[in-house]
Nanobody
Framework: QVQLVESGGGLVQTGGSLRLSCAAS????????MAWYRQAPGKQRELVAR???????DYSAPVKGRFTISRDNAKNQVYLQMNSLKPEDTAVYYC??????????????WGQGTQVTVSS
């Protein structure tokens, strides 16, 4: 089993920045891919960014060029640096981990989420 705990969410003005962190514990040796998802009120959960096999990064179109995902294996952490935030980035952000290293891996473990609110 893997436990994921997110932190770093909060309220920020348009154009501001936030850095989300996700701490992994448990059977972390089994983790290959990690990702950040988000879910806004009334919308489906969507992929924001992911790291494939600890080296390949991939971003959704709405956040590309503004968000950066990174992973620190020594600290068992994954981060999401969010710059130039917009009101439409408001959502609950979830950290996810997959035991598979496939590009289309299904995520097996999820955190509880952290709220990000961007005011206009």
């Amino acid at each position: 089993q893997v436990q994921l705990v997110e932190s770093g969410g909060g309220l920020v003005q348009t154009g501001g920045s936030l850095r989300l962190s996700c701490a992994a514990s448990g059977s972390i040796f089994s983790i290959n891919n990690m990702a950040w998802y988000r879910q806004a009120p009334g919308k489906q959960r969507e992929l924001v960014a992911r790291i494939i096999r600890a080296s390949i990064t991939d971003y959704s179109a709405p956040v590309k060029g503004r968000f950066t995902i990174s992973r620190d294996n020594a600290k068992n952490q994954v981060y999401l640096q969010m710059n130039s935030l917009k009101p439409e980035d408001t959502a609950v952000y979830y950290c996810a981990a997959a035991t598979s290293g496939d590009y289309s891996a299904r995520y097996d473990y999820w955190g509880q989420g952290t709220q990000v609110t961007v005011s206009s």
